[in-house]
């Protein structure tokens, strides 16, 4: 690392630099004593623009002992700025968080909360907001916590000059609105609450290989709270909210929050609160001893020097109007939150598996049979939701879902989002220089954001510093779930065994559910129906268990995946058109009312390519041959067989299937009771015949 | 030696001048400053106004000679002059000091004695109550022959984010210092067995510190 001024120089009258401490986002800080033998810090603002300094004048006489005072503003010869501010000798938040790898004890945690709470408080009571909270600004001298760096972010915004040295660790911290040039302080809640996650937890809430990635997640990922005990999910939910109206409003009024859920939790608080395993949403409820002990601490950890900052300030102009309004909603949205959150909890966790699995029959059969899942409202809602999903839901990479695990499958969506598969990212130059490409081509994002984003991708050119947040790779290198996404090996063997294996199962799974949709429903008249249902739901599910068990664990790209189980569906469709003609159930004197299409489809019953896929109200093989084609394309079905997936069965994939099953049937045209339920009978026999590890037991 | 990377020959310089002083103050950019003593016999105390006695001055409710520091063959020993204690337990004879010993001097001060490295009877003190001289510091080395300053943990001073290490050691009167990275003395190459007693600056790659010598205190 290199330094401008070498140790015992004197830029300023009287002080004499001895070394040097870091480099941070705004410049360089120096240790130096006074010819008095005064310890200062001297901060070497670069730049010699017309830097608005009117901000960090306004912090020259704040005295808080929570936050590092500033002594002087003064010019050397260069006419270059530096800021002479007290020296604080201890760790930084950013030291300690490196010991404690897997969440620091909670006592710890509540000790930094304090004199950072009580700091802010002190800034956001004088009308400051900090606008820069990181790891690295916070210091801890003998006990005492001083916030550091007080308003010099003024300069990310008013300069751009400025925001080229901007580094991405700070990117880890910041709110949503932020990138809108919105700044109250609740912007100083947000980084406040990101930093509570990390010291609970070792990791922060939002990682990502640029600073474009990162600053999208905080645009519209959810933060992943189940590493967290229960009470205090709600707290960090509250905190990160995206909206800064219905966020926290004040630092206390989150340490109080905070303490009341830590006391919830009855943890002990010698120990990190945070058991990182799978299955932390078992554990948790009341059970301490489930705690992993703590982890090692105390590993004589080089006694850095610490940096610190102060200066310019920026004023809150963003007094609310609507602050009293805000705060109901803002506890609303926390307790419909919650209940939801409880009824997941409920579904997951207290239900035990046999009566959720008679449930989840239950559910899907009064389903079928009332009609509601075929009815036109239902058709609406799920056309809707559908476009969602394909459309509206560019920026939301990590879809979380019901079964309390990360899906990490970097799918099409992904893909298309990005342009770009995003594993094979270059980990060793996180900053690339398409960051900043990828947000401006994203419409929903602000030309501040670009710019800013721009601007943080263009620093990382320069080598990441010692005081900056842990770099990407090494953030990433903590142990993550074992996904479908997870490259593993297989011999030939074990891929045949595996196969097989599903696929027997897969028959006596198809006789079961065709029992079922034969006895519950009236969708199935006849004994041949029911014959020809169990057959057809054989013929697509065997193929995509066949294709499923080859492309396990393969890295593969999901377009192409896509495509080729197209193609698989024509097939599968050709064959159960052909089955249907053998058992006189279409193209006979009497067909059977179950193939009988009651709309034109948005296709119509045009002849594409000269073929006709209805004749006389019935599909025909080439009906059937569409119909498949698409319904095997729209899906990603391996992910269904993979025996590395979330959950061996999950009731919102299966009926996710049964809608886009509908959907393709009202395009194709395609009798939908029978498409949508065939659909689901897939899903069903895929999910639950297909070989399955639990996620404890998982290795590559 | 602890270091690693290359195959390229140990330079060797002579950087300060024994005679000169017993003790320099060894400034680490980015990582830190200790004060490093070349001596068999330290006296810890507290700090005075004027006329000072400890070789370690404290700013601390100490009595100005507190207790001793000695080194025989290869092993530091204390000896308390005032109420001690190692490891928790009251001393009041000269007491073998153990890697990771807890001194405690007074009521107040903590300090933590470390032998870093297996190579070296160097010890380092770690300030643990926040007690520290006037000018605070990162820790006290006590150097018997040799100092290690380089990225891995059990090196006296621990500097992570340096490609290899550097070694500091004496020899008869002088100090001397090698290393496998270049090092650099104001820029120009370091030249051998150059008399740098007035204080140096040495620069590598990722890397800089500065040695400057202390005051020579004879009043022990």
């Known amino acids: 690392m290199k330094f401008t001024f070498a140790p015992d120089t004197r830029p300023l009258e009287g002080i004499t630099i001895k070394r040097a401490i870091h480099r941070g986002g705004f410049g360089e800080v120096y240790y130096a004593v006074t010819d008095a033998g005064k310890e200062v810090a001297l901060k070497l603002l670069h730049n010699n623009l017309e830097v608005e300094l009117r901000g960090v004048s306004q912090c020259l006489n704040l005295k808080h002992p929570n936050l590092v005072t500033i002594f002087d503003i003064r010019q050397d010869a260069e006419r270059d700025h530096w800021i002479v501010m007290e020296y604080v000798g201890g760790q930084s938040l950013h030291d300690a968080l490196q010991q404690h790898a897997d969440g620091m004890p909670l006592q710890q945690v509540l000790n930094w909360l304090t004199g950072m709470t009580a700091g802010l408080s002190f800034l956001h009571d004088r009308g400051l907001v900090h606008r820069d909270l990181k790891p690295a600004n916070i210091f801890s001298d003998g006990g005492v916590v001083k916030v550091g760096d007080v308003g010099l972010s003024k300069f990310i915004s008013e300069s751009r000059r400025s925001?080229?040295?901007?580094?991405?660790?700070?990117?880890?911290?910041?709110?949503?609105?932020?990138?809108?040039?919105?700044?109250?302080?609740?912007?100083?809640?947000?980084?406040?609450?990101?930093?509570?996650y990390e010291m609970m937890t070792g990791r922060v809430p939002f990682e990502g290989e640029s600073a474009g990635e990162i600053l999208m997640k905080h645009l519209t990922a959810e933060p992943d709270l189940r590493l967290l005990p229960t009470p205090l999910r709600a707290v960090l939910a509250a905190a990160l909210e995206k909206d800064p109206e219905r966020r926290i409003h004040d630092v206390e009024t989150l340490q109080q929050r905070f303490r009341e859920a830590v006391a919830a939790t009855g943890l002990p608080l010698q120990q990190p609160a945070v058991f990182h395993s799978l299955q932390s949403d078992e554990l948790f409820p009341g059970s301490p001893q489930a705690v992993r002990p703590q982890a090692v601490a105390g590993a004589a950890a080089a006694a850095v020097g610490a940096g610190m900052a102060a200066a310019a300030a920026a004023t809150v102009n963003t007094a609310p109007a609507a602050a009293g309004t805000a705060a109901p909603q803002a506890a609303m949205a926390r307790e419909t939150g919650f209940a939801?959150?409880?009824?997941?909890?409920?579904?997951?966790?207290?239900?035990?598996?046999?009566v959720r699995w008679m449930l989840t029959g239950a559910f899907l059969l009064a389903g079928l049979r009332s009609g509601l899942l075929t009815s036109p409202v239902a058709q609406g809602l799920a056309i809707g939701w559908l476009a969602w999903w394909m459309f509206g839901r560019r920026g939301k990479s990590q879809p979380s879902t019901d079964s309390g695990?990360?899906?990490?499958?970097?799918?099409?969506?992904?893909?298309?989002?990005?342009?770009?598969?995003?594993?094979?990212?270059?980990?060793r130059n996180p900053q690339s220089a398409a960051a900043g490409r990828r947000l401006d081509s994203t419409l929903i994002v602000p030309q501040q954001l670009s710019a800013v984003a721009t601007a943080t991708g263009t620093a990382g050119a320069r080598p990441q510093q010692a005081a900056q947040p842990r770099p990407v790779a090494q953030r990433q290198s903590r142990p993550t779930e074992l996904t479908p996404d997870t490259v593993r090996t297989f011999t030939f063997s074990q891929r045949l065994l595996n196969a097989t294996t599903s696929m027997s199962l897969a028959l006596l799974t198809a006789v079961f559910v065709t029992a079922a949709v034969f006895l519950g429903t009236e969708i199935l008249r006849t004994p041949v129906e029911a014959v020809y249902f169990g057959t057809a739901t054989l013929l697509a599910a065997w193929p995509l268990l066949l294709i499923s068990k080859l492309w396990e664990g393969r890295r593969g790209e999901s377009l192409l995946r896509r495509f080729g189980l197209g193609v698989c569906g024509l097939g599968v469709g050709a064959l159960c058109g052909v089955v249907a003609e053998f058992l006189l159930l279409i193209n006979s004197p009497v067909p059977s009312g179950i193939f009988l299409v009651d709309s034109e489809g948005l296709l119509g019953n045009r002849e594409a390519a000269g073929l006709r896929v209805l004749q006389g109200g019935y599909p025909t093989i080439m009906g059937f041959s569409l119909f498949f084609c698409l319904l095997f394309m729209l899906r990603r079905w391996w992910l269904q067989a993979d025996n590395f997936r979330a959950a061996r069965f999950r009731i919102g994939t299966s009926i996710l299937t049964l809608i886009v099953g509908g959907m393709v049937a009202l395009i194709v045209p395609f009798p939908t009771a029978l498409g949508s339920t065939l659909a689901l009978a897939v899903s069903v026999v895929l999910q639950v015949s297909s070989v399955w590890t639990p996620p404890e037991l998982r290795d590559r | 030696m602890a270091s690693v990377c290359s195959n390229r020959p140990w330079?060797?310089?002579?950087?300060?001048?024994?005679g000169q002083s017993d003790n320099f103050f060894l400034w680490v950019d980015a990582i830190g400053v200790w004060q490093v003593f070349c001596r068999e016999d330290l006296l810890i105390g507290a700090a005075a106004a004027t006329d000072e006695v400890a070789d370690i001055p404290l700013l601390a409710p100490l009595s100005r000679r507190h207790a001793r520091f000695l080194r025989q063959d290869d092993s530091w020993f204390l000896l308390p002059l005032q109420s001690c204690a190692v490891g928790g337990r009251a001393v009041t004879g000269q007491t073998l000091l153990r890697n990771g010993s807890e001194i405690q001097l007074g009521d107040r001060v903590r300090l933590r004695f470390r032998i870093p490295s297996v190579l070296s009877a160097s010890a380092r003190l770690d300030f643990l109550s926040g007690h520290q001289p006037r000018l605070s510091l990162s820790g006290v080395l006590l150097m018997a022959d040799t100092l290690l300053l380089g990225p891995r943990p059990d090196n006296h001073v621990c500097c992570p984010g340096w490609p290899d290490s550097v070694v500091l050691y004496r020899r008869q009167q002088q100090l001397l210092c090698r290393s496998r990275m270049p090092l650099t003395l104001a820029d120009a190459p370091l030249p051998d067995q150059q008399d740098l007693s007035q204080g140096a600056i040495l620069s590598g790659p990722e890397l800089r510190f500065r040695l400057e010598p202390g005051r020579t205190n004879s009043a022990v």
């Open chain 1, 163 to 196: 925001a080229q040295t901007q580094s991405v660790g700070t990117v880890y911290y910041m709110a949503p609105e932020v990138a809108r040039g919105r700044y109250g302080r609740e912007v100083d809640v947000y980084s406040l609450g990101i930093m509570l």
């Open chain 1, 405 to 427: 695990n990360v899906q990490q499958n970097r799918g099409f969506k992904y893909d298309w989002q990005y342009g770009t598969e995003s594993q094979s990212a270059d980990s």
């Open chain 2, 11 to 18: 330079q060797e310089t002579a950087i300060v001048s024994a």
């Open chain 1, 340 to 354: 939801f959150g409880s009824l997941r909890q409920f579904w997951n966790e207290d239900l035990p598996a046999p």
